[in-house]
């Protein structure tokens, strides 16, 4: 299974869109708090469109919780300070849980945190132009990555609203 995890998110519209990549992919999303916002705010509903009542999600009260209630799988930090690119891992077994985890926006994932996890500590490779890249962007390059590596399992691969002979009528 694979799991976003979100660790202190400050931004709604963030949280909103990457509830709508967890539904669009089947992954389950995790947010530990503190949040920055309330999920029942507008700009929350309204990034995530009508996908918010799908989409399967947990609260925790803090990374302690959370480890605590999630055990088993293979836990993988962004962070601009990771020493390896993001597609040097390999995610392809579909048997194995496995936790992508994001920092809050303002200040990512605290250091007492990744200097425990050295070995899968990533980063999307850019220029020295940005500090940093969107967060739900960020969630989105790495849940696609993981899915590729995995063969896209259980998600569509025609258009089905319109058919997947629009373009050809």
């Given amino acids: 299974m694979l799991n976003v995890v979100l660790f202190e998110p400050e931004i709604p519209q963030n949280t909103g869109n990457i509830m709508r990549t ?3 992919t089947g992954a389950k999303l995790h947010l ?9 705010e507008k700009s929350v509903r309204r990034s995530g469109a009508n996908y918010i009542d799908d989409c399967d999600y947990t609260v925790y009260e803090n990374f302690d919780d959370f480890l605590e209630k999630n055990k088993n799988g293979k836990f993988y930090f962004l962070t601009r300070y990771g020493k390896r690119p993001h597609t040097s891992f390999d995610y392809s077994n579909k048997d ?3 936790y992508l985890v ?3 926006e303002s200040t990512g994932i605290p250091k007492e945190i990744l200097k425990n996890h050295l070995d899968t500590c990533l980063r999307i490779p850019m220029s020295d ?3 940093a890249l969107n967060l739900s962007n960020c969630v989105a390059i790495m849940v696609y990555e993981v899915l590729r590596q995995q063969d896209y399992p259980n998600l569509l ?3 089905t609203f319109k058919g997947a002979d629009y ?3």
């Avoid at 530990?32 to 029942?40: E, R, V, Y």
């Fill in 167 to 169: 373009l050809e009528r």
């Fill in 32 to 40: 530990i708090k503190p949040l920055g916002f309330s999920l029942d």
């Fill in 157 to 159: 691969r025609e258009e």
């Fill in 96 to 98: 194995e849980n496995i």
């Fill in 102 to 104: 994001f920092g809050k």
């Fill in 129 to 131: 132009k940005v500090r």
């Fill in 22 to 24: 967890c539904v669009a």
